[in-house]
């Protein structure tokens, strides 16, 4: 693993690869649960039993302590109306002052672990960012609070964990299938490591936290860099792949997709979702088809990614990147709102985001101390940002 000013996570060379504290990402994607790795990136080393039910309890209590009277229903009905509705209205569902919610949970013993206050916060959105990411993606479609407030009763009252409460409120059933959990686990995992502090999502928080705010203020942060090309493309990819199924007319979809990227490149036009700034080929996609293979998972909409993918990489030499596959999963399982991608996305991510966040209250205020900063400011490259 490449250092990046930390050891929580970073990319590696030989091979291509991410890894989470020294742990190739790919040995973790289909093998480790969510809560797992984020407990990796924390604390440098997986929980036990006793602590992986302790963190788990306290996500579950966290998703529980949203009524539907809570204020970010309202909040986000209100800020639905704006251009980009469903971004805007996770960031604002986030901006809610959550002390005295997080004083009324018992915080999880993590037995030789001292949970700071900032990590409890941390932990504590995290267990409620499905809450306020599925919601932002629900309401405007149907522009109706009560069947969103039917789905929060039914996810609350699920005997299971973090990623069958996601399913539950998201698409309004359970998983089908073991399978199917396996595969949303995996996307969650994939999303957790970055290239260290240089990711957009990580370098936000890490900066903000840094100047002092408010853990919720720096998770806002790094949900504000979920635009088209970070952590926003899914949204863009399944339209995308809706279009492709919808338009073809019984076609063969060989020849329809030929079509297709022939008319979107012929102006010039990139492909979102293809191409990656550090990889060839993005790895944690190859990790993502061979859990669809040991899976046996079958979907039409599979078939569109794998038929895309070929023709993209024999016309342009490209290939595509997590984006791609983690929206033709979440299509092929029913996540079927464009948002939702995005949402999945910004969960996995927010793994990152606490690990970083708390490692990066250990240092001064500024990042550096001043006699360095005096020495090596003029030698920060002008591209830098």
Same mark, same amino acid.
């Given at each position: 693993?490449?250092?990046q000013?930390t !050891?929580? !996570? =970073? ?15 790919n040995?973790l994607i289909g +093998? $480790?649960?969510?809560?797992e ?7 440098s080393k ?18 529980? +302590? *949203?009524?539907?009277?809570d204020?970010?229903?309202?909040i986000?009905?209100?800020v639905?109306? +704006? ?19 997080i004083?009324?949970?018992?915080p999880?013993d993590?037995? !030789?672990i001292?949970? @700071?206050e ?5 932990f504590?959105?995290? @267990? *409620?960012?499905?809450i306020i @990411? =599925?919601?932002?993606a629900l309401y405007? $479609?149907?522009?109706d ?6 789905r ?9 964990n973090?990623?069958?409460?996601i /399913?539950?409120?998201?698409? =309004? ?10 595969l949303?686990? @995996?996307?969650?995992?994939?999303f957790c ?10 370098m936000?928080p ?6 002092g705010?408010s853990?919720? *203020?720096a ?24 279009q ?13 997709? !030929?079509g ?11 492909l ?7 990889? $060839?080929?993005d790895?944690?996609v190859?990790r ?18 794998t038929?895309?993918?070929a ?13 791609? =596959?983690?929206?033709?999963i979440?299509l092929?399982m029913?996540?079927?709102i464009p ?7 910004? *969960?996995?991510r +927010?793994a990152?985001?606490v690990a970083h966040?708390?490692?990066?209250l250990? $240092?001064? /205020?500024f990042g550096?101390?001043?006699n ?5 400011f003029d030698?920060?490259?002008m591209?830098?940002?």
């Amino acid at each position: 693993m490449r250092y990046q000013g930390t !050891d929580i !996570d =970073g990319p590696c060379t030989d091979p291509d690869g991410l890894g989470v504290r020294g742990i190739d990402l790919n040995e973790l994607i289909g +093998s $480790k649960s969510f809560l797992e790795c984020f407990f990796l990136a924390m604390y440098s080393k997986f929980p036990s039993e006793k602590q992986l039910s302790e963190l788990n309890r306290f996500f579950n209590d966290g998703f529980r +302590s *949203i009524d539907r009277e809570d204020p970010l229903f309202r909040i986000i009905a209100e800020v639905a109306r +704006s251009e980009d509705e469903s971004l805007n209205g996770l960031i604002a569902g986030l901006a809610i002052d959550r002390k005295e919610e997080i004083k009324r949970l018992t915080p999880p013993d993590l037995g !030789d672990i001292a949970v @700071s206050e900032n990590a409890l916060s941390g932990f504590y959105f995290m @267990s *409620i960012l499905p809450i306020i @990411s =599925g919601a932002a993606a629900l309401y405007p $479609k149907g522009k109706d609070l009560a069947p969103i407030l039917g789905r929060l009763a039914e996810a609350q009252q699920l005997e299971g964990n973090y990623a069958d409460r996601i /399913a539950c409120f998201f698409r =309004g059933r359970p998983f089908d299938t073991p399978g199917e959990r396996r595969l949303m686990e @995996s996307l969650l995992v994939a999303f957790c490591a970055g290239f260290g502090y240089l990711t957009p999502s990580i370098m936000t928080p890490r900066i903000s936290i840094g100047s002092g705010v408010s853990v919720g *203020i720096a998770i806002i942060a790094g949900c504000t860099t979920a635009g088209p090309w970070h952590l926003g493309t899914s949204k863009d990819v399944m339209a995308m792949f809706r279009q492709i199924q919808q338009e073809r007319n019984g076609q063969p979809l060989e020849a329809y997709v !030929d079509g297709f990227l022939k008319e979107r490149f012929a102006g010039g036009r990139k492909l979102l979702g293809f191409g990656h700034p550090f990889f $060839k080929k993005d790895p944690r996609v190859r990790r993502l088809v061979q859990i669809i293979g040991e899976e046996g998972f079958h979907h039409e909409i599979i078939e569109v990614f794998t038929v895309l993918s070929a023709a993209v990489a024999e016309m342009k030499n490209i290939y595509p990147n997590l984006e791609t =596959g983690h929206g033709a999963i979440m299509l092929s399982m029913g996540f079927d709102i464009p948002f939702f991608g995005p949402s999945i996305a910004l *969960i996995g991510r +927010s793994a990152g985001m606490v690990a970083h966040m708390e490692e990066r209250l250990s $240092k001064p /205020a500024f990042g550096v101390k001043n006699n360095v900063a005096r020495n090596f400011f003029d030698k920060v490259p002008m591209e830098w940002l």
